[in-house]
C-alpha cells in the first residue's frame, strides 16, 4: 500500500555524520508512523527510531539517543535519520518502514524499503 525508497548511506568514519532519506508514495495516509530498523550482519534487525506523521512524535532506542534524529516533511512525504557521532558498531542495513501504529518488533510490518547500507569505519 506505501512504497518506501531509502537513499543517503554509504561510508563514513568513526565520528561523522550520514542523513539518510524515505521517500514515501502511495496510500501514505493509511501510515502514522514512519519508523528506522537496522539490521548488521549476523543479527536481528533492530528498531532505531520513529516518528509520528501527525504531531512529530519521537522515539528512539537507547543506543542512538543524542547521536540520531529522525524527523519528517510531510509535504514532500519524507522522513530523515540524521546520523551523527557514528560509531562502528552503528553499520548496518537501515530500512524504512510504514504502520498504522507503533511497534519496535520489525515482525509486525508490511511496508519496507529495500534499504540502504552505512558503512561505519574505525
Known amino acids: 500500500q506505501v512504497q518506501l525508497v531509502e537513499s543517503g548511506g554509504g561510508l563514513v568514519q568513526a565520528g561523522g555524520s550520514l542523513r539518510l532519506s524515505c521517500l514515501a508514495s502511495g496510500r501514505t495516509k493509511s501510515s502514522y508512523v514512519m519508523t528506522w530498523f537496522r539490521q548488521a550482519p549476523g543479527k536481528e534487525r533492530e528498531f532505531v527510531a520513529v516518528i509520528s506523521r501527525s504531531d512529530g512524535s519521537t522515539r528512539y532506542a537507547d543506543s542512538v539517543k543524542g547521536r540520531f534524529t529522525i524527523s519528517r516533511d510531510n509535504v514532500n512525504n519524507t522522513v530523515y535519520l540524521q546520523m551523527n557521532s557514528l560509531k562502528p558498531e552503528d553499520t548496518a542495513v537501515y530500512y524504512c518502514?510504514?504502520?498504522?501504529?507503533?511497534?519496535?518488533?520489525?515482525?509486525?510490518?508490511?511496508?519496507w524499503g529495500q534499504g540502504t547500507q552505512v558503512t561505519v569505519s574505525s
Open positions: 518502514a510504514a504502520r498504522r501504529d507503533f511497534t519496535a518488533d520489525w515482525r509486525a510490518y508490511d511496508n
